[in-house]
Nanobody
Framework: QVQLWESGGGSVQTGGSLRLSCAASRRPLCMAWFRQAPGKAREGVASAFAGGVVDYSAAFADGRFTASQDDMKLSLYLQMNDLKPEDTAMYFC??????????????????WGQGTQVTVSS
């Protein structure tokens, strides 16, 4: 079992920044960030293999979002810069103990946090 706790969400204006954190009860093989905007499907943002590389979904490869991890702290982070209103969503941390650790689909992840809300106003 893995428990996940997200934090760091909030309300910012366009162009602002936020840093999300996800703390795990133990370090799973793969941790990831997903987001879900109102009325839309949950989509993957980035994933991180324990002690290894970070993978980004194509839509998030423009450099505005940067995922990082601290395995000693059992944590995954998401630095979000130059935020836009379309980034408004609930952001979820997810985890699995299986390969591969590319971002993948929602169905691949067994463990989920409760989410943290990010609201970007224009």
């Amino acid at each position: 079992q893995v428990q996940l706790w997200e934090s760091g969400g909030g309300s910012v204006q366009t162009g602002g920044s936020l840093r999300l954190s996800c703390a795990a009860s133990r370090r799973p093989l793969c941790m990831a960030w997903f987001r879900q905007a109102p009325g839309k499907a949950r989509e993957g943002v980035a994933s991180a293999f324990a002690g290894g590389v970070v993978d980004y979904s194509a839509a998030f490869a423009d450099g505005r979002f940067t995922a990082s991890q601290d395995d000693m702290k059992l944590s995954l982070y998401l630095q979000m810069n130059d935020l836009k209103p379309e980034d408004t969503a609930m952001y979820f941390c997810a985890a699995k103990d299986s390969h591969p650790c590319s971002v993948g689909s929602v169905q691949e992840y067994k463990y989920w946090g409760q989410g943290t809300q990010v609201t970007v106003s224009s």
